[in-house]
Structures are given as structure tokens and as C-alpha cells.
């Protein structure tokens, strides 16, 4: 038999009331927090199903918060976009109202201080900034202003095209922020050329018509080495002479060479040059000469040439107004321009409304350059709606993927629930059993330790 020392018996006694005042104190605080699980020891299993959760749940919440950066950043950024819209209806509401021909020099004037506030308006929409100072349209260059105005009034982009995305859901990404580039520049130009003249009669080209896409593509693939801006150097040539006696009764006969983006030439333009005016020129003050230049290029150009009260060109083999001569000639440049964008089609527009039309010529060209102009605002509008329609596309996305993170963190609330939340009827009877169990505990510890052998003596 193993003999039981009296310290043995208080100790086991005071251990015995402890384990139940232990678990009696558990059971109060289960039901105090109306949590089953306090500490993993409780149900390890449980307590890692509950660890899991919490962590899922700690990734929804960045994505909410991912969500919430991408929602506002794009919001503020379709409502400039709805402004430059605006600006570029009514930039071409004034490119049509300029090619009223009874206006006046003032009365356009008066058209191109309009644009050019437009042009400013345009300009400060791109640069806009967030409410952390932010630029919107700098790309990557957030904290740069990413169109400056030069000392001539043009503009330079200094941004870059990088896009910033966020994480929306695992793996999934949504660009919060289009570029300056993107959204202000890169707008396909219809006639894919722009052209310029330099010449002192006044002669001028218009901007040219795309005839053959894949001729065009063909002929500037050639001279892709060749830096921006490529150009294609028409010479016309007036095949007449001057000193001839019976000029001007000579017949107009005009021919075109041109020289390559790299210099080579000159090469002959295989079509002839057609005079589409030639009987009204003397009414018109001009003959518009038809330089067909498809099957070198994919281009053809109207120029417009000035001509006499005898309806002939202006000088009739003196260009250059030195005197008759034979093979008196005019150049003229086409470069690349494969884009056109909103701000600088608005400058374009305010810089031709702002240039007196006193001539013949001039007339034809405004007109002319006012059509490319309005082609430009056109695919500018276009590329704005199709920005905008990305911008919403986005939008809806997220509307959805937020719908589908809160429906998770509810699906998760309720596992918790199931996992974690104490069931009070059963708990609430369990703590009457431990209050029970500890007063028969205490009980029986006062019982035991009161015996005594002397109590038999």
C-alpha cells in the first residue's frame, strides 16, 4: 500500500481545485468573447482554418483598397476626358464656320483667338494633376509636367508611355492611368503626311489624299533609317519658255520629279500633271495642278499655282521672278506624319485662321487645309471615344470584381462564424457544470484535509 504524506494530500487537493477553476475561467472567457477558439490549443485544426481565413481576408482588403485607387484615379480622368471631348467638338464647329468664304481676315481672327484658348484649355486639361499633386498623363513621370509650351507656342511631350497598374484580384491587373502619349498624341492621321511650301509666287499644296495604303506603307519602309521627319522633295517644273514668241498662247505643260527621304533622285512621277481648273483660272486667279503620285507613293497632291488676268501662272516661266526663262520650277516637301493629336491639330487650326487669305490661293488653301484639319479633329474625336469607352470597360470591371471580393469576405464571415462563434446554450451549461464539479471540489479538499488521527484519540 503507498502511504499518502499529508503535503501530498494538500498538494493534489489544491492541483485538483485549480484544473477546474482553470477550465471554469476558460469557459467564462469563451463566453465573454463569444468565441469557441481563444488560442490554438484549443482546436488546432480550427485555429488554422481560422488563420487561413484571416489571411484571405487581408488580401481582399488590399484589393479593395487596390479598387477604390483605381476607381477614383479613372474617374477623374474620364471627366477630363468628357472636357477634351467638348474642346474638340467645338474646335471643329470653328474649322467649319472658317470655311465660310465671305468671312474676312478679322472676322477669322477672331475664330483663332477662340482656338487658341481651346488650345490652352486642351493644354491644361493634359496637365491636370491629382489630389497628390500627381500628374495624370505623365506616365511614369508622375511628378513632371508632361506638355510644355515652347518659346514659339508649339508644345513638347516629356512624359513617357509607361501605364501604372494595381492588382485587382490574384493575377489580375488594370492600368489606372493612361498615358499623355496615349491619350493626347497618338491619333492616326488620315492623309498620313503633312505638307509644306516655301515658295515666293505663293503657290501652295494641299494636304494630299491617300490612294493606295499599301503603296504608302511600300515606299516610307524603304527609308526607315532615315530620321523623322521623312521627306519627299516634289519639284514641278514649267516646261514652257518665257522668251518664246508666241507665248502665252503656249500650252500649259507642267511636269513632276521628286526627290527621296534620302536624298536619292530625282525620279520622275510616272502620271502626268493635270490641270483641273485651267478653264475657269482666269475667274479663279489660279490653276490647280493635280500631281498624282500613286504609284510612287500612294499620294496624290492639288497645287495650287497663282495665275495672271490672262489666266496663265504668275510669272509664266519666272518662278522666281528674275526674268523668263526655260524650266522655271517650284518645290515642294511632304514629310511622314503618321499622327496628328488633339493639342497640336488645335494649334495647327489656330496657326491657319491667324494667317491673312488675300489671294486666290491662299482661299483654295485654307479650304483645303481646313478639310485635313477637320479629317485630324475627326480621328482625334474617334480616338478620345475609343480612350473613353477603355476608361468605362475598366470601370465595369471593377464594379464587378469588387461585387465578387465583398460576396468572399461575406462567404469568409460566415465560415468564422461556423468555426469560431461560441454556442451559448451549450457553453452556459458547461459553465454550470464547471461551477458544480468546482464546489464538490472544494468540498471534498475541506473534508479530506479537516481528517485527523488525533480526532481518534
Given at each position: 500500500m503507498m502511504r499518502v504524506s499529508t503535503n501530498q494530500a494538500f498538494t493534489g487537493g489544491i492541483n485538483n481545485i485549480q484544473d477546474v477553476y482553470s477550465r471554469l475561467l476558460r469557459k467564462q472567457e469563451q463566453?465573454?468573447?463569444?468565441?469557441?477558439?481563444?488560442?490554438?490549443?484549443?482546436?488546432?485544426?480550427?485555429?488554422?482554418?481560422?488563420?487561413?481565413?484571416?489571411?484571405?481576408?487581408?488580401?481582399?482588403?488590399?484589393?479593395?483598397?487596390?479598387?477604390?485607387?483605381?476607381?477614383?484615379?479613372?474617374?477623374?480622368?474620364?471627366?477630363?476626358l468628357d472636357g477634351v471631348l467638348v474642346g474638340v467638338q467645338r474646335l471643329e464647329e470653328l474649322a467649319i464656320q472658317a470655311g465660310d468664304g465671305v468671312l474676312s481676315n478679322a472676322d477669322r481672327e477672331a475664330l483663332a483667338l477662340e482656338s487658341q484658348e481651346i488650345y490652352e484649355q486642351l493644354l491644361g486639361l493634359a496637365n491636370s494633376q491629382n489630389a497628390r499633386g500627381e500628374y495624370i498623363f505623365?506616365?511614369?513621370?508622375?511628378?513632371?509636367?508632361?506638355?510644355?509650351?515652347?518659346?514659339?507656342?508649339?508644345?513638347?511631350?516629356?512624359?513617357?508611355?509607361?501605364?501604372?497598374?494595381?492588382?485587382?484580384?490574384g493575377g489580375s491587373y488594370v492600368n489606372i492611368r493612361d498615358s499623355g502619349w496615349e491619350v493626347y498624341m497618338d491619333t492616326d492621321n488620315p492623309r498620313r503626311v503633312d505638307t509644306r511650301t516655301t515658295n515666293i509666287n505663293n503657290a501652295r499644296i494641299g494636304g494630299g489624299a491617300l490612294a493606295d495604303e499599301l503603296t504608302f506603307d511600300?515606299?516610307?519602309?524603304?527609308?526607315?533609317?532615315?530620321?523623322?521627319?521623312?521627306?519627299?522633295?516634289?519639284?514641278?517644273?514649267?516646261?514652257?519658255?518665257?522668251?518664246?514668241?508666241?507665248?502665252?498662247?503656249?500650252?500649259?505643260?507642267?511636269?513632276?520629279?521628286?526627290?527621296?527621304?534620302?536624298?536619292?533622285?530625282?525620279?520622275?512621277?510616272?502620271?502626268?500633271?493635270?490641270?483641273l481648273n485651267e478653264d475657269t483660272a482666269s475667274a479663279d486667279g489660279f490653276l490647280t495642278l493635280e500631281v498624282d503620285m500613286t504609284a510612287e507613293m500612294g499620294q496624290v497632291f492639288n497645287i495650287y499655282v497663282p495665275v495672271d488676268t490672262d489666266g496663265f501662272p504668275v510669272g509664266a516661266g519666272d518662278a522666281d521672278g528674275a526674268g523668263p526663262g526655260v524650266g522655271e520650277q517650284m518645290n515642294f516637301q511632304i514629310d511622314r506624319q503618321e499622327r496628328s493629336g488633339v493639342i497640336e491639330t488645335a494649334y495647327a487650326l489656330t496657326q491657319l485662321l491667324s494667317e491673312p487669305a488675300d489671294t486666290p490661293t491662299d482661299g483654295?488653301?485654307?479650304?483645303?487645309?481646313?478639310?485635313?484639319?477637320?479629317?485630324?479633329?475627326?480621328?482625334?474625336?474617334?480616338?478620345?471615344?475609343?480612350?473613353t469607352a477603355n476608361v468605362g470597360a475598366r470601370m465595369n470591371l471593377l464594379e464587378a470584381t469588387d461585387a465578387l471580393h465583398e460576396d468572399a469576405k461575406l462567404f469568409n464571415a460566415?465560415?468564422?462564424?461556423?468555426?469560431?462563434?461560441?454556442?451559448?446554450?451549450?457553453?452556459?451549461?458547461?459553465?454550470?457544470?464547471?461551477?458544480?464539479?468546482?464546489?464538490?471540489?472544494?468540498?471534498?479538499?475541506?473534508?479530506?484535509?479537516?481528517?485527523?488521527?488525533?480526532?481518534?484519540?
Open positions: 463566453i465573454s468573447t463569444g468565441q469557441e477558439v481563444l488560442v490554438p490549443s484549443d482546436d488546432p485544426v480550427a485555429a488554422s482554418r481560422i488563420l487561413n481565413i484571416n489571411e484571405d481576408n487581408a488580401i481582399l482588403d488590399r484589393y479593395l483598397d487596390n479598387i477604390t485607387l483605381a476607381e477614383n484615379s479613372l474617374s477623374e480622368q474620364e471627366t477630363i505623365a506616365g511614369s513621370q508622375s511628378s513632371i509636367q508632361p506638355f510644355q509650351v515652347q518659346p514659339d507656342g508649339t508644345f513638347i511631350y516629356v512624359g513617357d508611355q509607361a501605364e501604372r497598374e494595381v492588382e485587382i484580384a511600300n515606299y516610307f519602309d524603304l527609308y526607315t533609317a532615315v530620321p523623322q521627319p521623312q521627306t519627299t522633295t516634289i519639284t514641278l517644273t514649267d516646261n514652257r519658255d518665257a522668251t518664246d514668241p508666241d507665248f502665252p498662247d503656249v500650252p500649259v505643260n507642267y511636269t513632276a520629279t521628286y526627290l527621296a527621304p534620302d536624298g536619292s533622285g530625282p525620279f520622275a512621277v510616272t502620271a502626268p500633271v493635270n490641270v483654295q488653301y485654307l479650304s483645303d487645309q481646313l478639310g485635313v484639319i477637320l479629317d485630324q479633329l475627326d480621328a482625334a474625336g474617334e480616338s478620345i471615344d475609343r480612350v460566415e465560415a468564422l462564424s461556423d468555426i469560431e462563434d461560441l454556442d451559448y446554450v451549450a457553453a452556459l451549461s458547461e459553465l454550470r457544470l464547471q461551477e458544480t464539479v468546482l464546489q464538490a471540489a472544494q468540498s471534498s479538499f475541506v473534508t479530506v484535509t479537516n481528517i485527523s488521527l488525533f480526532d481518534l484519540l
